[in-house]
């Protein structure tokens, strides 16, 4: 069944060019079904961008997904238009009293901050603590999910000599875990980030385990089973043009970056890239949302009871 957005957000004409099926308001009215509540908080700068990729992967699946789209309340975006965030997006002091079957905090391209020098740290803090009783499963992703098990695990992001950058070989560490299923032994993920977590401090935790791995940046996915959380370092969801986006940019602005590996044919950026992921992209997220489905309560007021 389709993911259920408004029609006039950016993302539904874009996934239904794509053949991702979308519903509207009076369609899911009419099936007696009980839609899975999922929550973006997106932390993001370009916020359509993020929204599409987002309710790409979440809306394969045969489950019908409520999105809602949610913002911090004392942040004021200034790359996307105030038009948009009012018509799309509630801030986090409205959606508090609700439940959520799952929720997704994404990266923010903070990196060179310590946690607490950010400006809504405190109130993401406060976040964190409402998905336990508020939220029956979290995805943090890349700097969200960073902070996230800093917040609850101690576990210190460190900066890297050189930016991450490009599509990078992992491998599969817990083929029997619901997250992996279908999952290759050997596989590429996009990375783009100038920090990490190291693996001796994950592994320090005996609450953390590490799920995916790669040679030549580390730990990836991380399922944190006390929070109920998974901890997503790296970009699954990103389009097929996303990392060759970040690296125009920081050409145009004159800024040192090396051609993202392992992402043009040949390493030759005046290529088309070539998308090796997408597959593993979708398996991911719809493993994580049928793992909600098959564990969160029948009635959505007894999430957190």
Same mark, same amino acid.
């Not at 890297?160 to 599969?172: Q, T």
């Not at 100038?194 to 991380?222: F, K, N, Q």
């Given at each position: 069944?389709?993911?259920?957005?408004?029609?006039?957000?950016?993302?539904?004409?874009?996934?239904?060019?794509?053949?991702?099926?979308?519903?509207?308001?009076?369609?899911?009215?009419?099936?007696?079904?009980? &839609? +899975? %509540? $999922?929550? !973006?908080?997106?932390?993001?700068?370009?916020?359509? #961008? =993020?929204?599409?990729?987002? /309710? *790409?992967?979440?809306?394969?699946? &045969? +489950? %019908? $997904?409520? !999105?809602?789209?949610?913002?911090?309340?004392?942040? #004021? =975006?200034?790359?996307?238009? /105030? *038009?948009?965030?009012?018509?799309?997006?509630?801030?986090?002091?409205?959606?508090?009293?609700?439940?959520?079957?799952?929720?997704?905090?994404?990266?923010?391209?903070?990196?060179?901050?310590?946690?607490?020098?950010?400006?809504?740290?405190?109130?993401?803090?406060?976040?964190?603590?409402?998905?336990?009783?508020?939220?029956?499963?979290?995805?943090?992703?890349?700097?969200?999910?960073?902070?996230?098990?800093?917040?609850?695990?101690?576990?210190?992001?460190?900066?890297?000599?050189?930016?991450?950058?490009?599509?990078?070989?992992?491998?599969?560490?817990?083929?029997?875990?619901?997250?992996?299923?279908?999952?290759?032994?050997?596989?590429?993920?996009?990375?783009?980030?100038?920090?990490?977590?190291?693996?001796?401090?994950?592994?320090?935790?005996?609450?953390?385990?590490?799920?995916?791995?790669?040679?030549?940046?580390?730990?990836?996915?991380?399922?944190?089973?006390?929070?109920?959380?998974?901890?997503?370092?790296?970009?699954?969801?990103?389009?097929?043009?996303?990392?060759?986006?970040?690296?125009?940019?920081?050409?145009?602005?004159?800024?040192?970056?090396?051609?993202?590996?392992?992402?043009?044919?040949?390493?030759?950026?005046?290529?088309?890239?070539?998308?090796?992921?997408?597959?593993?992209?979708?398996?991911?997220?719809?493993?994580?949302?049928?793992?909600?489905?098959?564990?969160?309560?029948?009635?959505?007021?007894?999430?957190?009871?």
């Amino acid at each position: 069944m389709p993911i259920k957005i408004p029609q006039t957000l950016p993302a539904h004409d874009v996934l239904l060019s794509e053949g991702v099926m979308v519903m509207s308001e009076e369609t899911a009215a009419r099936q007696d079904i009980r &839609p +899975l %509540q $999922i929550g !973006l908080l997106n932390l993001m700068p370009k916020k359509a #961008e =993020t929204e599409t990729q987002f /309710a *790409r992967v979440i809306g394969a699946t &045969p +489950l %019908q $997904i409520d !999105l809602t789209l949610i913002r911090m309340s004392g942040h #004021e =975006t200034r790359n996307t238009s /105030a *038009r948009h965030m009012e018509a799309f997006y509630q801030p986090f002091s409205k959606a508090r009293p609700r439940k959520f079957d799952g929720l997704i905090i994404t990266g923010a391209p903070i990196e060179h901050l310590d946690f607490d020098e950010v400006t809504y740290y405190a109130e993401l803090r406060e976040i964190f603590e409402w998905t336990q009783t508020n939220v029956h499963h979290t995805m943090g992703v890349c700097w969200g999910g960073m902070a996230m098990m800093n917040h609850f695990h101690g576990v210190h992001k460190d900066m890297l000599d050189a930016k991450a950058f490009g599509c990078f070989r992992h491998r599969n560490l817990a083929p029997a875990s619901p997250y992996l299923r279908g999952f290759s032994d050997d596989f590429v993920v996009p990375v783009s980030r100038w920090t990490e977590m190291r693996e001796a401090d994950i592994e320090a935790s005996p609450d953390l385990v590490t799920l995916m791995h790669s040679p030549d940046v580390g730990a990836c996915l991380v399922e944190d089973v006390k929070h109920r959380a998974l901890y997503m370092f790296n970009h699954l969801e990103y389009d097929s043009e996303t990392l060759k986006g970040e690296y125009d940019r920081d050409v145009a602005n004159g800024e040192p970056i090396n051609v993202p590996i392992n992402y043009y044919p040949g390493d030759d950026p005046n290529q088309p890239p070539e998308n090796r992921w997408r597959s593993h992209g979708h398996l991911l997220y719809g493993n994580w949302i049928n793992q909600i489905y098959q564990t969160t309560k029948f009635r959505l007021e007894d999430i957190g009871g």
